[in-house]
């Protein structure tokens, strides 16, 4: 079974650019998510989704960070315009926690954004 | 969310000698998760513990959950080179509607020297 496939795998940008992440999850796995990992620092959430639902995205900065997930399978993170400070590895994650019981998390590789 | 507290943030062992990673909440959990990262890889899950006072053991690791659900541990017995890398813990807290939040503590990072 295939598990979780994120693209690209590395992004090197200027600031001002906009750059897009894409996750594909471990198919039937309802809920997914978006993590970013700075260095030497465990994941934050960025926002969650039940199916094409984001239940979860308070910690989504709004004014430059988008997402979507539509038709529940596949989602897109989006950064724009993109700063220094949002060099991390952006890491997608899904499980098949159904919404109320908390599963395990099965990550992807992680795509490694550098803003110069 | 209410971020787990591990400690420590580093250890340097030599091959051989056991590790101990301390997870503490100041509220109690759920469940709390393990996970490990390779340098330069993703997480990966370890284990889940759900019960109060639980302990479940992984060949030459230990997991323990505490009596009160606010602290965990992981143990593992004499490391090996192919233990290295980073212990996260994550807890899981209710937060309302029927969903879960899942929050990454900032992780253990172990050396093994051979």
């Known amino acids: 079974e295939a598990g979780v496939v994120q693209s690209p795998r590395y992004k090197i940008i200027e600031k001002k650019q906009p750059v897009a992440f894409w996750c594909n999850p471990i198919?039937?796995?309802?809920?997914l998510y978006w993590y970013r990992q700075n260095l030497g620092q465990g994941p934050e959430l960025l926002i969650r989704y039940e199916n094409e639902e984001a239940v979860d995205d308070s910690q989504l900065p709004k004014d430059r960070f988008s997402a979507e997930r539509l038709k529940g399978v596949d989602s897109t993170l989006k950064i724009q315009p993109a700063e220094l400070g949002d060099s991390a590895v952006y890491l997608c994650?899904?499980?098949?926690?159904?919404?109320?019981?908390?599963?395990?998390?099965?990550f992807g590789e992680g795509s490694r954004l550098t803003v110069l | 969310g209410q971020q787990v507290m591990q400690i420590p943030q580093y250890q340097h062992v030599q091959e051989g000698e056991d590790f101990t990673t301390y997870c503490n909440s100041s509220t109690t959990l759920s469940n709390i998760q393990w996970y490990k990262q390779r340098p330069g890889g993703h997480p990966v899950f370890l284990i889940q513990l759900v019960k109060s006072g639980e302990v479940k053991k992984q060949k030459r690791l230990t997991f323990q959950f505490g009596e009160a659900k606010k602290n965990s541990s992981l143990h593992i017995t004499a490391t090996q080179t192919t233990d290295v890398g980073t212990y996260f813990c994550?807890?899981?807290?209710?937060?309302?509607?029927?969903?879960?939040?899942?929050?990454f503590g900032k992780g253990t990072k172990l050396s093994v020297i051979p």
């Open positions: 198919s039937g796995h309802n809920t």
């Open positions: 994650a899904s499980s098949n926690a159904n919404g109320r019981a908390q599963g395990e998390l099965f």
């Open positions: 994550a807890e899981t807290q209710y937060s309302g509607a029927g969903s879960y939040q899942l929050t």
